[in-house]
């Protein structure tokens, strides 16, 4: 029996590939960086080619060093950027268009727009999140509107939408399938988070065809096995599905209401699983699904921070600052403090509990002393301020505190931003021993989906803390913290 599981981890700068065995040891990991496109102020793009060669060759150098061969996969995972739009022809294949990414903003002003109609009550009700350039809905019918003879064609049923996840799927199954799961459905701002299915009312709204649309499925299901696929055998299942922050969290195993974690990308995100019913929000934050394994389905509460890692690639390759992004902390440490810097990293906007996509970056407290270090230091600090306001939002719409706080992510091995982030929050910081707890969401719900593992309980004993971080900042010098946070949030 093939006993191995792949979780393909499809993110924004690059694709991360790890092969698992079936005692939930990870075999291989392979990261495949590949181009991010900026034609215009605001505006960010990829070319889906681009993508699928970076899969293409993660999938291939995963294999290779785990001494793997494809016929021994018993099931492929897929988690994703969620929000990202693309548009395909059925019949070839191609994209009309470069797919927008969830950091774009060129719809701000069709947003701007729909609240102003008075629309957003009802977006917010059925869906459970914001009118926001964000999702998918507003960036569908930008490209149906912008690219010639698209709409009629979208109508006629003659094109594909879909997250990356129903991307890579049609690809992997030549086409036999067009699916996405509940947990990317629910961030397009076209699902109804109670029914689990397009919403005609919103639909219409946002002026998307239904016949555009996929299929919406479980999290945990064969949708199609693979075939045609370079450096993969035919035949493999296609078994699990989960939006990139719904797989960390699974990935996490907070499978019990009120657990929760942060993954530390591009972005920071801060889910927190709320039960079997999805909640409301008064302070800005999202209700999204977490998962639907069979006919169970889970919901969290989100926040989200759009720029994290994003921040100190901004270090490396916009300022030129360090050559890779750990260097970001050793830069950070030749300093004891900011010198009063202050960093907000709104450059795509701040999203909850703000959500002013308006906003943009701003470096406060400047001096003649200030160096590349205080510049380092506050934009790591910058990340944690933004992750504490999202906490102190949940913990007060949650109606409980964490008992501690579940770290994943590629930033979060920054041992300096670990600490100030348990400095902030005031409770700690664990930080597993595999931090790639996306791919790993992804494996887990394809595992079993196909038997490789009898249920969750099996996955949660393999949960294993790295590292904790406890708090040790003074009060006061906490206070003092997050007053300057706040006045330049206030600035940004």
């Given at each position: ?22 005692r ?56 994703n ?44 009700e ?21 690219v ?27 086409a ?22 397009w ?79 999805p ?29 994290a ?47 002013r996509?308006?906003?943009?970056g ?53 041992d300096?931003?670990?600490q ?5 929050l ?67």
């Amino acid at each position: 029996m093939a006993s191995y599981v792949m979780g393909i981890d499809q993110g924004t700068t690059g694709t991360t590939v790890l092969v698992v065995d079936k005692r939930l040891q990870v075999r291989s990991r392979v990261n495949v960086e590949f181009r991010q496109l900026f034609p215009k102020p605001g505006w960010v793009e990829h070319d889906l080619e681009d993508v699928w060669s970076s899969v293409l060759h993660a999938v291939t150098r995963a294999l290779r060093e785990a001494g793997v061969h494809g016929s021994e996969l018993a099931a492929i995972g897929i988690t994703n950027q969620r929000e990202t739009t693309a548009i395909w022809d059925r019949i070839s294949g191609k994209p009309i268009h470069n797919a927008i990414v969830w950091q774009d903003r060129r719809t701000s002003p069709d947003c701007a727009r729909l609240k102003e109609a008075g629309r957003e009550p009802l977006v917010r009700e059925r869906t459970g999140l914001v009118v926001d350039p964000y999702f998918s809905g507003t960036k569908i019918p930008w490209l149906l509107d912008h690219v010639r003879g698209a709409r009629e064609k979208a109508e006629a049923g003659k094109l594909a939408f879909g997250t990356i996840d129903s991307f890579l799927v049609w690809r992997l199954t030549a086409a036999a399938a067009h699916v996405t799961d509940v947990s990317n459905a629910s961030r397009t701002l076209l699902m109804n988070l109670r029914t689990l299915d397009w919403d005609p009312e919103l639909l219409d709204l946002f002026g998307v065809p239904r016949p555009l649309l996929p299929r919406i499925r479980s999290s945990s299901e064969i949708y199609g096995v693979t075939k045609a696929v370079r450096g993969l055998p035919d035949g493999i299942p296609v078994a699990g599905i989960a939006g990139d922050q719904q797989a960390a969290l699974f990935g996490q195993a907070c499978f019990e209401p009120g657990l929760a974690k942060c993954t530390y990308g591009t972005g920071a995100f801060l889910l927190q699983n709320v039960g079997s019913e999805p909640l409301a929000s008064g302070r800005g934050l999202l209700t999204t699904v977490a998962w639907k394994i069979g006919e169970e389905v889970q919901y969290a509460f989100e926040g989200a921070s759009f720029v994290a890692g994003a921040a100190v690639q901004w270090l490396r390759d916009g300022l030129k600052l360090i050559q890779t992004a750990p260097e970001s902390e050793a830069l950070a440490k030749t300093v004891k403090d900011t010198g009063d810097v202050v960093f907000v990293p709104a450059l795509a906007g701040l999203g909850a509990p703000h959500w002013r996509p308006e906003a943009r970056g701003l470096i406060a407290g400047l001096d003649l002393g200030t160096t590349a270090g205080h510049l380092a230091r506050a934009v790591l600090e910058g990340i944690a301020f933004q992750i504490f306001d999202l906490a102190e939002a949940m913990r007060e719409e949650a109606g409980r505190s964490f008992p501690a706080f579940r770290v994943d992510g590629g930033a979060s091995s920054n041992d300096l931003l670990m600490q100030f982030q348990a400095d902030l929050l005031q409770v700690p910081v664990e930080r597993p021993r595999m931090i790639e707890t996306t791919a790993l969401g992804a494996a887990f719900l394809a595992g079993l989906a196909t038997g490789v593992w009898t249920g969750r309980e099996e996955i949660a004993r393999s949960f294993k803390i790295g590292k904790r971080f406890e708090p040790r900042m003074k009060p006061a010098d906490r206070d003092r913290a997050l007053a300057k946070w706040r006045r330049a949030v206030g600035s940004a």
